[in-house]
């Protein structure tokens, strides 16, 4: 089976700080993701990449950036963390050829910012 | 830039009955998916089904179907003889063309499946 998996479940950070939320997939996926799930929002596309060292700037890319120095691992950077970044992240990863249908998630980080 | 709503944010339904959500979504596109994705509270995002546009003929997965009225662009789910499984966030989800293109979410639905 396709696991992504999340480094944490849960994490607490102060504003201001830099936060880094890690992503791995053990797939060989080329495309990997990452949302933000807010209640009453949804799921909002922050950054993607269809490649090492490719991104591409989502829905909501202010605040964050991200990294992809290996094909397994895509990381989430919040530069300074503020309060109204507290929220659930999803990592997803999917296979080139796979338009996208075959989108495999994680379990999610759940940040909170103090 | 297309939307998906889903005007439900919560609801309820007794054990083996069937339960109907609903999804709308706004595009001018001709070419597109559908999809209907389960978020249990495990948090694990499960892909229920999934519907091409240009398929007339509707869905089905088990005890999960669609309704896909293109022309309303109405796509709502179907669960039948629900299971307390079935309890979940429910989103609705598009993707335009046939590409790598990303997917647009609904805001979801919380779905409860009373023993």
């Known amino acids: 089976d396709v696991k992504v998996t999340q480094s944490s479940r849960y994490l607490v950070k102060r504003t201001g700080e830099k936060v880094f939320l890690e992503c791995v997939q053990d797939m060989d996926h080329e495309n990997m993701f990452w949302y933000r799930q807010d209640p009453g929002l949804g799921l909002r596309l922050i950054y993607f990449?269809?490649?090492?060292?490719?991104?591409e700037k989502g829905d909501i890319p202010e605040g964050y950036s991200v990294s992809r120095e290996k094909k397994e691992r895509f990381s989430l950077i919040l530069e300074s963390a503020s309060t109204n970044q507290t929220s659930m992240y999803l990592c997803?990863?999917?296979?080139?050829?796979?338009?996208?249908?075959?989108?495999?998630f994680g379990s999610g980080t759940q940040l909170s910012v103090l | 830039a297309q939307t998906v709503t889903q005007s439900q944010p919560e609801m309820s339904v007794q054990e083996a009955e069937t339960v109907t959500l609903s999804c709308t979504y706004d595009t001018s596109e001709s070419n597109y998916y559908l999809f209907w994705y389960k978020q249990p509270p495990s948090r694990q995002m499960i892909l229920v089904i999934r519907?091409?546009?240009?398929?007339?003929q509707n869905a089905t997965e088990n005890r999960f179907s669609v309704n896909f009225q293109k022309a309303a662009k109405s796509f709502s789910l179907k669960i039948s003889d629900s299971q307390l499984g079935d309890t979940a966030m429910y989103f609705c989800a598009f993707m335009k063309g046939f590409g790598n293109e990303k997917l647009t979410f609904g805001t979801g639905t919380r779905l409860t499946i009373i023993p």
């Open positions: 990449s269809y490649d090492v060292k490719m991104k």
């Open positions: 519907q091409e546009a240009y398929k007339q």
């Open positions: 997803a990863s999917s296979p080139w050829d796979s338009q996208n249908e075959k989108l495999f």
